[in-house]
C-alpha cells in the first residue's frame, strides 16, 4: 500500500524521499481510520443487534454479558487485528516501528484479554449468587483470588513481550522474589486460605448474622471477599474484619437460629426463699380455680392420697413425715401449662422449667424454651410478655421476688 501511494505522488511530480514519507504518513493515517471504522461497526452491531437479541431471550446469560460489558470489551480486539494486519504493509519488515507497533499489539490484545476474563468473572457472581440453593455461599472471594492470579499471569505475558523474553524466563527469575511476593501479598494470600476454609467449612454467608465484639462486629454480613468481611451492625454502623481473623479468632454465626426457625429464651427468676412453704388445703382448692394448672393438681393430689394409703400414713401428723405440695413447685407447675398453652412458644424444640442451686440471691427458677419467631423485635415482645406476666401472678402462689434492699427498704427500717 505505501509502494502503490509513492507512486501515486511520484507521478505527481513530488520527489522520491518527499513521496515516501508522504506516503507512509497517509498510509498510517489510514490504517487509524480503518481501525477506527472497524471499532465503531462493531460497537453498533453490539449496541443495535446484540442488545434487541438478548431483550428478546429468555435466558439470562446473554442478558449479564451485556450488562457487564464482556461483548464490549470483546470488542476491542477488532481494531487491534486491523492494525496488526496492516503494519506489515506500511512498515518494512526489518523496520524498528514495526517491531514496536507489533509489541504495543501484543500487550493490548494482553490486556483485552484480561479485561474479558475480568468481566467474565464478574458474570459468573452474578450469576452464581442469583441460585437461591447456592448464594449463601461465599465465592466472591475465589473469583478475586482468580483475578489475581490471572492479571499476575497477564504482567508476566506483558513484561515478556515488552523485553522480548519467554514467560518462563521470567517465572524462573521470580523464585528469587518469592519473599519480596510474600510480604507484598500477605494480607492477599491470608485471606485466600482463610477464604477457602471458610467457604469449605461453610462457617461465614453473606446474610449471617455473626457477633464478633474484639472487632466491634455485631449485625448481618454483607460482603465476603478476598481480605475483608463487612458486618452491617445493628446502629447501621459497619465493621471491616480481616477475613483471616475468622479463622484466627473465635467469632459467634446466629444463622443456626435461623435455620432452625426458633429463638432461645434463657432467663431466671430470683424467689426469696423465705416466702417458700407447704400449701393448705384450702390454698390448694384455691388454685384450682386457675385453669391451666386444675388438672395437674387433682392428679398430683391423687397420686399423694394413694401413696399416703399405701404406707398407712397418719394424716394428722407432722407435715415433714407427709408428702405435701409446696406453693413454689405448684408454680413451676403452672410455667409449664400456661407457657405450652402460649401459640408463640416453639413446641418441637427444648422446653425446660428447672430450679438452680439457691444462691445469695434466692431461690432461681430458669425458663428456658424457644419462641417460633427469630425477628428480634417480635422475640424481645414474646419474652417481655412472659416474664411480665409471671412477676405478676407469683404473689398469687405467694411468692416474692428476691432484690437487694434499696434505699425506701432502709427508710422503712
Not at 489510514?30 to 465503531?40: C, D, K, P, Q, V
Request: with cysteine.
Amino acid at each position: 500500500m505505501v509502494t502503490f501511494l509513492q507512486e501515486i505522488f511520484v507521478n505527481l511530480k513530488a520527489s522520491p524521499t518527499f513521496a515516501a514519507v508522504l506516503a507512509q504518513v497517509l498510509s498510517v493515517i489510514l490504517a487509524l481510520l480503518l481501525a477506527y471504522a472497524a471499532n465503531y461497526l462493531a460497537k453498533r452491531l453490539i449496541n443495535q443487534y446484540l442488545t434487541a437479541f438478548a431483550k428478546k431471550t429468555k435466558n439470562q446469560w446473554d442478558d449479564l454479558l451485556l450488562e457487564k460489558r464482556v461483548i464490549t470489551r470483546l470488542s476491542h480486539i477488532v481494531p487491534m487485528v486491523v492494525i496488526t494486519l496492516s503494519a506489515p504493509l506500511i512498515f518494512p519488515e526489518d523496520s524498528v516501528i514495526l517491531g514496536v507497533v507489533e509489541t504495543l499489539a501484543s500487550v493490548y490484545l494482553i490486556v483485552v484479554v484480561l479485561a474479558v476474563i475480568d468481566a467474565v468473572l464478574n458474570v459468573a457472581v452474578v450469576a452464581y449468587s442469583r441460585i437461591s440453593q447456592t448464594r449463601k455461599i461465599p465465592v466472591k472471594g475465589f473469583v478475586q483470588a482468580i483475578k489475581l492470579v490471572v492479571f499476575c499471569v497477564g504482567l508476566i505475558f506483558i513484561v515478556s513481550s515488552i523485553i522480548g523474553k519467554s514467560p518462563a524466563v521470567l517465572v524462573t527469575g521470580l523464585g528469587a522474589m518469592t519473599a519480596v511476593l510474600l510480604l507484598v501479598f500477605r494480607d492477599p494470600i491470608m485471606g485466600l486460605v482463610a477464604g477457602i476454609q471458610l467457604s469449605v467449612n461453610n462457617m461465614v454467608s453473606t446474610g449471617d448474622w455473626i457477633e464478633m465484639p474484639q472487632k466491634g462486629a455485631d449485625g448481618d454480613v454483607i460482603d465476603v471477599s478476598l481480605t475483608t468481611v463487612k458486618v452491617q451492625n445493628w446502629d447501621k454502623t459497619i465493621t471491616s474484619i480481616p477475613t483471616y481473623a475468622l479463622i484466627s479468632e473465635s467469632f459467634k454465626n446466629w444463622r443456626g437460629m435461623k435455620e432452625i426457625g426458633g429463638r432461645r429464651i434463657k432467663r431466671r427468676l430470683h424467689i426469696d426463699m423465705n416466702s417458700v412453704k407447704f400449701l393448705s388445703e384450702q390454698e390448694i382448692e384455691g388454685f384450682k380455680r386457675f385453669s391451666p394448672i386444675k388438672d395437674y393438681l387433682e392428679a398430683k393430689l391423687e397420686d399423694i392420697r394413694q401413696h399416703h394409703e399405701s404406707l398407712g400414713a397418719d394424716l394428722k401428723g407432722p407435715r415433714a413425715n407427709l408428702r405435701s405440695l409446696t406453693n413454689v413447685g405448684t408454680f413451676r407447675a403452672y410455667c409449664v401449662a400456661w407457657l405450652k398453652s402460649k401459640p408463640e412458644i416453639h413446641p418441637d424444640l427444648t422446653f425446660l422449667i428447672r430450679q438452680l442451686q439457691p444462691t445469695g440471691e434466692g431461690l432461681p427458677i430458669e425458663i428456658y424454651l424457644f419462641t417460633k419467631t427469630t425477628v428480634w423485635a417480635e422475640y424481645e415482645a414474646i419474652q417481655a410478655d412472659i416474664f411480665d406476666h409471671l412477676i405478676a401472678v407469683m404473689p398469687e402462689f405467694g411468692l416474692k421476688v428476691f432484690q437487694s434492699p434499696t434505699g425506701q427498704d432502709f427508710q422503712r427500717l
